[in-house]
């Protein structure tokens, strides 16, 4: 466990149990040791066959945990609960999700309904948002905000104003100037009076990565200027009183709360502003950036960590608004926050499955005396050079001679006086000098079962680190040094930088055979946020099947809820504008003139069936493979 580091980033959720295995801790603090689910138990059930009392389905495997969703909701609020009680705030904190983390049905609905006691809503950032926030919020608390961010049109305003027509807590959050003449005109002529905040565009800056867009040259929100004007705009118009929420945003995983507090207490001050000026104020909106400590160091200076937690984030924002507040005897306002990545990343696993590895260091003595002859005079000398030095035990002279002498074997070979076999033998010899002499890099290729650009695109896209573990095996030293190589034909479909700031991962030896059976199971974690709606379908691998678990008193101790296979090469293939029943019936035409009989119906089974299995590799589906033998 120490090895990955599990007990910085995993806790309270995750650790290693007896057997070796990760286990899944739901409840977090509060779990109790015959709570814990083994996740390798879970991949078991999930994968095994039917007819085996398993799920069939296919890895890629993201693995939901409903409890733990509920547990990071109840820290938040309960973090946020304490700083209130305990700095003696004269109001109370409401949170909002912001669907653009994870739009999955699923979470939406668990995040409204463990919200629903805490008067939790939801953010929306785009029209298609809007409306999912609309209808989930039908179900959720009447006091929960719904928070409409982003760049609106008429429509989107339109849509936000039959939200609070519908009764729900809406707030058009202004993200440009222009957007007050869409509100003022469009809630006239629809006859809704609106609830309007204004983004805020904060001279503090976060310097991080997820930072960039803050800061007075900032993307998003408006400018001291422009938020008087908007204020002397709804004045004239008679709609002072309708604009109550100040909101800003700094940035995704604020390094610390000392660049909190001096964003809060900026912003609590333009709220304050707001309130002489004479607006309906009512709440302060912090915005997301509550951070995930993803390599467990605790650490301000990393964008894969943050120097402190949920409790400390709370009671610095708590302090921030009242300090202000206080000062200028300005009433408590509601304190909103829009937490995404920290609400959500811990509660799904991504497990997949290394199906093959690059071959260690194990070449056998290299026959090269057999084509001396061949070798041009410089080269041979070099052989007994390598010798020499050899015998003498200088090992940097062995390595330069042996180096020396790959090179001028690789120009004999292209010029055509050396055949493959003796490039192959001298190849082995430096491998074999390299090993012995500890100059080899000896790291390896594991290559897994998984695409980078569908499931880690933040990887890929910005160089983010997700702590990655075999899910087993954990009573085992691992002894191999490994990078992780997908299954894309592309060269930024791999994984060579890892949290414990290494360039490979300690990994055990594989048993399993290759052809999608490797046997030996990897997990990616905290990624619930982002890489779901961000993923790519590159080389049409879309999105992985996916299992929703609660703890349960059962056998097991876990139950599936639901279990979903991922997405079929039929459906990626729809996604690309092609029509799979069309293509299905192509090739079905075809099979018929080629085939003929009863090895045409067999072909056309095994094609249905690669329309309907998920294109990535798999031991188990071989019923199509199966299909098609005999037919050739
Ligand atoms: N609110 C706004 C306006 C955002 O742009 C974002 C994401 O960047 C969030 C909330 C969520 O941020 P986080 O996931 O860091 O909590």
Redesign the pocket.
Known sequence: ASLYKIDGWGDPYFSVNASGNVAVRPHGEATLPHQEIDLTKVVKKATEAKGSGGLGLQLPLIVRFPDVLKNRVESLQGAFDFAIESQGYESHYQGVY?V??NQDRFIVEDVVEFGLRYRFGL?A?SKAELLLAMSCLCKGSPDGFLIC?GYKDAEYVSLALVARRLELNTVIVLEQEEEIELVVDISRKIGVRPVIGM?AKLRTKHAGH?GSTSGEKGK?GLTTAQVLRVAKRLETEGMLGCLQLL?F?I????PSTALLADGVGEAAQIYCELVRLGAGMRVIDV?????VDYDGSRSPNSDNSVGYGVQEYAAAVVQAIRLACDRKFVKHPIICS??????ISHHSVLIFEAVSATKGASPAVPPLEFFMESLAEDARSDYFNIRAAAIREDYEMCMLYANQLKNRCVDQFKEGSLGLEHLASVDSLCELLGKATGSLDQVRTYHVNLSVFTSVPDFWGIGQQFPIVPIHKLDQRPMVKGILSDLTCDSDGKIDKFITGESSLMLHELEGGGGGGGGYYLGMFLGG??QEALGGMHNLFGGPSVVRVAQSDGPHGFAVTRAVQGVSCGEVLRAMQHEPEMMFETLRHRAEECGGGDCAAALVGGLARSFHNMPYLSATNTAAAAMFVGCG
């Open positions: 912001p653009k983390c953010e950032g961010n983004r997820f998003f909101h945003h940035g995704s995983q604020i915005g997301g950036g509550l951070g829009e937490s995404g990545r920290a609400l946020a982002y």
